[in-house]
């Protein structure tokens, strides 16, 4: 017999009340009558859930909320009890599975009600217990195998991602992106022959750089507005907090600049960078005044590596790019990719000052490098209008 609509609504308050009064028993009875007898509506399945939680029904609170969950994947509170289920029936594994996707679906909330706090927060202790359970485990297994625990820098990476210790970051560049390229955040200076030459020569490019800091009080805002394009979205925008001083600026040389630094013109000979007009070679002294925070964001392409040549710094400036961070050290070149997520800051109480510069990625074949250039100045030139 098919339950009438005002019926339904009235066993579905008696329920409520009686789980308000803990009698779960009493409540799972009534939505049992629903369940089987109302009309073509959405099952009461959370309120079952919580009415079987009560009565000490394990089998029919896992029923209730496999439904549940059938119907609303990522149903919050839903995600969390099953994890408190699991865990009860000691499937650890099962349990940290339902917590971290009830913890994802939680970080994309504007706002979490402070009821679920308590129990997100029991989420993330599972999670970090089993996570160290799950990594004991493997460990032991590699260890009995002969396998150690550092074969390769992407074995050891393999497993921080397969423990949840590490977050996988991919190249996404904002506006061009070249496949087949490595996936590689960071490369390191042995990697480029050009390099040593340019390190040599830090303490002549400190000393013009002196020259420079003795003449200008700041430098541009890195971030500059656009009067022909829309404001962009960063926190620095017009603020020399995070300042410029440009040798090359889109492909066109700075002549002042350029003729009070000789040195620093010289130095920017050796590595390959790219020549393509009204976009490259681009070459700056990129500043970070103390407590100055670079948003995490995106480069715009991915066949290019940025060079840090670092003039000025100390230990609290640090580089994040995709899940490493470094810190930049005297004497010693960073070379990245921009078009994984990066972030910069200064948290120390002097500034830093780096000599930034771009090159081409040294995969990227010498024709493919004719082409891309002409796909770029293509780009430049329509954009232009």
């Known amino acids: 017999m098919t339950m009438h609509p005002n019926t339904v609504q009235q066993l579905t308050q008696e329920s409520t009340e009686a789980l308000r009064r803990g009698d779960g028993a009493s409540a799972r009875a009534k939505l049992q009558e629903i369940i089987k007898n109302g009309p ?19 089998e029919g609170e896992d029923n209730a909320l496999e439904q549940l969950l059938t119907d609303e994947p990522r149903h919050l509170v839903g995600l969390l009890m099953k994890g408190v289920l699991k865990a009860k029936q000691g499937d650890s594994r099962a349990a940290a599975s339902f917590y971290r996707t009830a913890l994802n679906v939680a970080a994309q909330l504007p706002q979490i009600p402070q009821t679920i706090v308590p129990m997100l927060q029991k989420a993330e202790a599972h999670i970090e217990s089993s996570s160290a359970d799950y990594e004991d485990f493997l460990l032991a297994q590699l260890e009995a195998k002969g396998v150690s625990r550092s074969v390769s820098p992407r074995f050891d990476q393999s497993l921080d991602l397969l423990l949840g210790k590490n977050e996988l970051y991919l190249q996404q560049p904002s506006v061009f992106y070249f496949p087949g390229l490595p996936q590689r955040a960071f490369y390191e200076r042995e990697e480029f022959s050009w390099i040593a030459d340019m390190e040599a020569q830090i303490p002549a490019l400190q000393h013009e750089l002196q020259g420079v800091l003795q003449q200008k009080d700041e430098f541009a805002p890195y971030v500059k507005i656009n009067p022909e394009r829309p404001l962009p979205n960063n926190a620095l925008l017009n603020d020399p907090s995070w300042g410029a001083y440009y040798f090359w600026e889109n492909g066109v040389q700075v002549e002042e600049h350029a003729e009070q630094c000789p040195v620093t013109m010289e130095a920017l000979t050796q590595p390959p960078l790219p020549i393509i007009k009204e976009r490259s070679p681009i070459a700056l002294y990129s500043l970070l005044k103390p407590g100055t925070h670079i948003k995490p964001h995106h480069g715009v392409l991915n066949t290019r590596l940025i060079c840090h040549i670092p003039l000025i710094t100390h230990d609290k400036c640090a580089l994040r790019v995709g899940s490493e961070t470094r810190r930049w050290e005297d004497g010693k070149a960073l070379i990245f990719d921009d078009s994984f ?10 500034t830093r000052i780096i000599l930034l510069f771009e090159v081409w990625r040294p995969e990227i074949t010498e024709e493919e490098r004719v082409a891309l250039t002409a796909i770029f100045e293509a780009i430049s030139y329509y954009d232009a209008g």
């Open 341 to 350: 997520e990066h972030e910069a800051w200064n948290r120390g109480d002097s």
């Open 40 to 58: 073509g509506m959405p099952k009461p399945w959370f309120l079952m859930a919580q009415a079987c939680h009560l009565a000490d029904d394990a």
